[in-house]
Structures are given as structure tokens and as C-alpha cells.
């Protein structure tokens, strides 16, 4: 065994390809993974294992992998010691309560009495335990969405994203039990020893970095120096705006950092304070 990090990625699936997509912009050199079970990354001390998500928080717990990558709702359905590290900001998906087209489900109070069928019977029970409501619900491992068409359940709870499977099965979602995406987990069962303490710690910086950046544009302009006041009031800037002279002693360029959904919300304002040639900049890396 070596001492390298061990990372625990869903071998097969819709996290499958966004992970290692991940890494890579974190600068780890991954090869081709299909098939495989296992492979190291050429320049960074870690390898990284392929195993079905399902089992990803308990091989984490115990100590099989040292970290994993997993749905947010795999993580609490599981219950295992593990803890989240990192929100990793893709596989968004959202838990939700849905009925047949035909029914009426108007208050969450609605859902008293009735049989609910999941893949979900921990989060949901948490959940019917909080609204205080008495349902029953029913395990299922796949195909939840068909559970009322076979008269099986009156409702179900399942992971939504588009809303098109529940469309096709004539269902509506009525509540959301929660949102979920895909997260790094560690166990909170066994330490790791130093030298994995510090492989992980440039791991989470290079993460974070890439996630900042992922959520961030450089916004570029040219304004009136009378308008500086103005226009640096209107920037969302993440840090100070950096500010430089022109050729035209009369106007001045502007640089910023913005959250990457402001820009819209600003870019009229900013015209109207005078800002031309406004350009917006995709953020490779950034180190905060
Ligand atoms: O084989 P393995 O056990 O590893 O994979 P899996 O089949 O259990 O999981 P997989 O690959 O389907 O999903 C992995 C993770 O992706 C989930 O745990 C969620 O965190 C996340 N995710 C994001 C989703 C979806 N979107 C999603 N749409 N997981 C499942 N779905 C399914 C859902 O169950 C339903 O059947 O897609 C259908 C609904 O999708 P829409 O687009 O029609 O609404
Ligand atoms: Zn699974």
C-alpha cells in the first residue's frame, strides 16, 4: 500500500464524468478510466478508486477510501460517520414529493394517512418526523416514478432535475424535501495520518480554487473619470476594482472580479454611468 491519497469516485453514473472533470481543472493528470477500477494521478499524490455510489460514505467511513465524491442525498441517506469537506457545486438535484396528475395535494398536511414510496426511507421519515405527519412509507431500490400507475403508493418521493420522468409518468411534485449536490466527504472515524492531512489540504485549496473561479468573470470597462465614484458603486467587486489611465487622460479603465450572476442585474447601470466597451472574462483558477 502507499501513501498516497485515496478518492473515491461513482465508477459508473451521472457524477462519473463531472468529478474527474473536476480533478483535471485542479490540475491532476487523469488517464483514460474506463473499465477500470482504479488509477493513480500522474502528478499528484493520490489514486483514485471506481465503486458504485451507494457504497462510497461506508468504504469512507471505514477507512476502504480516505475521501469520496457522492450526492448530497446518498451522503444523509446513508447515516454513516463521514462529514461533508466541500459542496462541489455540480449533480444539482432536488428531493421532492410527488402525486398523480389526478390528485389533489394542496398542504403538506395533504400527505397525512397516505403510502409513499422512496429509494430515500431515511431522509424522507426525517422529514414526515418534522412536518409531523404519519405516512407510510414504502422501500423501493428503482422505478419509484411507476409506484402509483401499479397502485403500489398514493405519492412518491424522488430525485428530480428536469421534471421530465415525472411529467411522463403523469406526476406533479408538490414539496421539495430538500436540494442536493454532489459533495466531498471524509470520515470523522479514522484521522489520516500527516502526510495525508497535507495531500488533502492542497487538494481542498485547488478545489476551492476552481469553484471561486467557476462562480466568477472578470469584468473589463472603459468610463469617464468623472464617473469612477459611480461605476465602482455599482461593481459587485469580490476585492477593490483595479483602476488604470488611458491614453485619453479624460477616461480610465476598470477591472473586476464579480460573482458570475450580478452581471446582468448591472450592465444597464453601468451604461448609463457612462461604461463603454464592457467585456466579460471566463476565470481560469483563483487563489484567494
Ligand atoms: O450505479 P450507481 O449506484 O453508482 O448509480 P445510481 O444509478 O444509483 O445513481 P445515478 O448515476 O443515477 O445518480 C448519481 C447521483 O446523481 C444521485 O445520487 C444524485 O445525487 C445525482 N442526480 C442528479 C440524480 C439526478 N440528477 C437524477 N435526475 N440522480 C438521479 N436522477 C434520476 C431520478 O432518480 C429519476 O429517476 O433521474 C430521474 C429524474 O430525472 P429528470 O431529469 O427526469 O427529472
Ligand atoms: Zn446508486
Same mark, same amino acid.
Not at 465508477?11 to 451521472?14: F, I, N, T, Y
Not at 398542504?107 to 394517512?113: A, N, P, Q, Y
Given at each position: 500500500m502507499n501513501g498516497n491519497l485515496k478518492l473515491a469516485v461513482q465508477?459508473? =453514473?451521472?457524477l462519473t464524468d463531472k468529478s474527474l472533470e473536476l480533478l483535471k481543472h485542479c490540475g491532476l493528470d487523469i488517464e483514460d478510466y474506463s473499465e477500470r477500477l482504479f488509477i493513480p494521478a500522474g502528478n499528484f499524490s493520490m489514486d483514485i478508486l471506481f465503486l458504485r455510489d451507494d457504497d462510497i460514505p461506508e468504504y469512507v467511513q471505514d477507512g476502504v477510501a480516505d475521501i469520496g465524491i457522492v450526492g448530497e442525498n446518498i451522503f444523509l441517506e446513508k447515516q454513516t460517520q463521514t462529514k461533508i469537506l466541500e459542496k462541489l457545486g455540480f449533480g444539482r438535484c432536488s428531493l421532492l414529493i410527488a402525486h398523480p396528475e389526478k390528485t389533489k395535494l394542496k #398542504?403538506?398536511? #395533504?400527505?397525512? =394517512?397516505k403510502t409513499i414510496a422512496t429509494s430515500y426511507p431515511v431522509i424522507l421519515k426525517s422529514f414526515l418526523k418534522k412536518e409531523k405527519i404519519n405516512a407510510k412509507v414504502i422501500e423501493l431500490s428503482g422505478s419509484v416514478e411507476i409506484a402509483p400507475s401499479l397502485g403500489v403508493a398514493d405519492l412518491i418521493c424522488d430525485i428530480v432535475s428536469s421534471g421530465n420522468t415525472l411529467m411522463q409518468n403523469k406526476l406533479k411534485g408538490s414539496f421539495k424535501v430538500f436540494d442536493s449536490q454532489a459533495v466531498l466527504i471524509g470520515s470523522v472515524k479514522n484521522s489520516l495520518p500527516e502526510t495525508k492531512r497535507k495531500i488533502l489540504s492542497d487538494l481542498l485549496l485547488r478545489i476551492r480554487s476552481v469553484l471561486t473561479a467557476r462562480n466568477s468573470k472578470y469584468l473589463m470597462m472603459n468610463i469617464p473619470k468623472s464617473s469612477l465614484n459611480k461605476i465602482t458603486g455599482i461593481i459587485p467587486s469580490l476585492k477593490s476594482p483595479t483602476v488604470l489611465n488611458l491614453a485619453d487622460d479624460k477616461m480610465l479603465a476598470v477591472h473586476a472580479v464579480i460573482p458570475s450572476d450580478k452581471f446582468w442585474a448591472i450592465v444597464d447601470d453601468l451604461k448609463t454611468a457612462g461604461a463603454s466597451g464592457i467585456l466579460l472574462l471566463p476565470i481560469e483558477n483563483m487563489i484567494l
Open positions: 465508477s459508473k =453514473g451521472r #398542504d403538506v398536511k #395533504d400527505i397525512e =394517512g
